[in-house]
């Protein structure tokens, strides 16, 4: 039997299973979902190594060259106190010493909770400058030209920015857990933030669905075209 028909035979099998989980629960597809959980754990370990350990850690230490494998400096062997600290986080398993796990688990978040303080600004940061965009416009042309004139605000785009800050300022409103909210205007604004809210999750959850149909229409493709056509009849 040709390999490649083989490989895709098993890759149709493994494809119909896991799909069979829209049918009901059954074992065929808890069979097909650990093996791909255990490749995927398998693949990360790789990955891992070769993405992230590797490049990061035993070049550095070591002071190989990645491309000639060849030693270009001393390298910086304190870099191999880190191994200890690593194999800490394996302990876990151990019901005698997984305390030690707490030490590599304390150091990261302690590493990543230092980094946060500059990550939120550099993230968040330019989200709030976006937000403060001019609601004026500066002309009296509506639609903005295919070449703008630097500086001036053409009243579509003063319309885009003052909804967009009417969004922000009512999702906000929404947020205001705190105090009761009492004043009319306070509970309008809230009620048209919770609905700005549940229109904002509505187009990410149609989004995350056409992502999955995407997903759909190509295993589909792969089964019926490249596998059933073009691999055990050959029709082309």
């Not at 509506?142 to 053409?154: A, E």
């Not at 999750?201 to 089964?223: E, K, Q």
């Amino acid at each position: 039997m040709d390999y490649l028909l083989l490989k895709n035979g098993v890759a149709v099998v493994a494809t119909l299973g896991l799909y069979s989980m829209l049918y009901r629960e059954n074992k065929f597809y808890r069979f097909w979902e650990h093996v791909f959980v255990g490749l995927a754990a398998g693949w990360a370990l790789v990955v891992l190594w070769t993405d992230v350990l590797k490049s990061s850690w035993w070049y550095k230490m070591t002071g190989e060259v990645p491309a000639t494998g060849a030693s270009g400096s001393m390298g910086y062997w304190m870099y191999a106190m880190l191994l200890p600290v690593g194999l800490m986080a394996y302990t876990v398993f151990s019901k005698k010493y997984n305390w030690l796990s707490r030490i590599p688990i304390g150091i990261i978040l302690g590493l990543y909770s230092g980094q946060q303080f500059s990550a939120w600004m550099t993230i968040y940061g330019p989200l709030i400058s976006d937000s403060m965009k001019p609601v004026v416009p500066n002309t009296l042309v509506f639609f903005r030209p295919d070449k703008p004139i630097v500086g001036t605000v053409y009243g579509s785009e003063a319309l885009s920015n003052l909804i967009a800050l009417i969004t922000v300022l009512c999702v906000l409103t929404y947020f205001l857990f705190s105090f009761d909210v009492k004043g009319k205007l306070l509970q309008a604004t809230s009620t048209t933030g919770r609905w700005l809210l549940m229109i904002g999750f509505g187009a990410i959850f149609g989004s995350t669905v056409m992502m999955r149909f995407t997903l759909l229409v190509d295993r589909m493709y792969f089964i019926w075209i490249e596998f059933v056509k073009q691999g055990l009849f050959h029709i082309k």
